[in-house]
């Protein structure tokens, strides 16, 4: 059995839309060789094919782990992630008697920001001895705007390097962080939307009272 063989034979379904086939034989390959990222990535694919995002997160998720520094993987992680949230917000909005779900994108950004796993991260950056350095630095000789350039730029060092340690020790929290962010201000656009309606509503029916 090779498991380049089913991998690339679940590809061929997915091109005909044969998502569940694609399953099938994405499973077999991983049967073969259980760390065959691709086949993780393609089980991914075919369960978005069927808007099953929740599974299709979770294969996505695999591959990433795998395959940490495919950009590939990381992007249909990420879009998956907003599919799947999505889909649960519209579900529960569905429902009968439910309440809407406002500030549900501030109370996704205050669960990730109290996530364990970013408190590590942090931990692990404060006991990092260039890190040390660098912050320092900074508060011995003054931040930001206080010594101009040179200032701003050791900020957006220190910055970059928390970022690249976030997205190299832990991918799929990261694109959850992006994801959160990208509802808040989907949420924000919406607000103001709707703020802008009704304030043109409102214009109307004062024409029309007159």
């Known amino acids: 059995k090779n498991a380049v063989y089913y991998c690339?034979?679940?590809a061929a379904h997915s091109k005909m839309q044969n998502h569940s086939q694609a399953i099938i034989d994405c499973k077999i390959a991983l049967e073969i060789d259980p760390k065959y990222s691709k086949a993780y990535g393609?089980?991914?694919l075919a369960y978005c094919g069927?808007?099953?995002?929740?599974?299709?997160?979770?294969?996505?998720?695999?591959?990433?782990?795998?395959?940490p520094t495919n950009e590939g993987y990381m992007k249909n992680y990420e879009l998956a992630l907003e599919k799947a949230s999505a889909s649960t917000s519209e579900a529960c909005s569905e429902m009968p008697g439910s309440i809407p779900a406002t500030g549900q994108p501030l109370q996704d950004l205050n669960a990730l920001f109290g996530n364990p796993q970013l408190l590590n991260i942090a931990s692990q950056m404060l006991s990092d001895p260039t890190m040390q350095n660098m912050m320092s630095s900074l508060i011995a000789n003054g931040l930001g705007q206080e010594r101009g350039a040179s200032g701003m730029q050791e900020l957006l060092n220190v910055g970059q390097r928390l970022a690249q340690q976030m997205h190299t020790e832990n991918p799929h929290f990261v694109a959850e962080l992006r994801a959160a962010l990208n509802r808040t201000s989907d949420s924000e656009v919406e607000s103001h939307h709707t703020a802008s309606e009704g304030t043109e509503e409102s214009a109307d029916d004062d024409v029309a009272s007159t």
């Open 8 to 10: 690339n034979r679940a």
């Open 42 to 44: 393609r089980l991914g």
């Open 50 to 67: 069927l808007e099953d995002y929740v599974n299709a997160l979770e294969y996505y998720k695999k591959a990433v782990e795998l395959e």
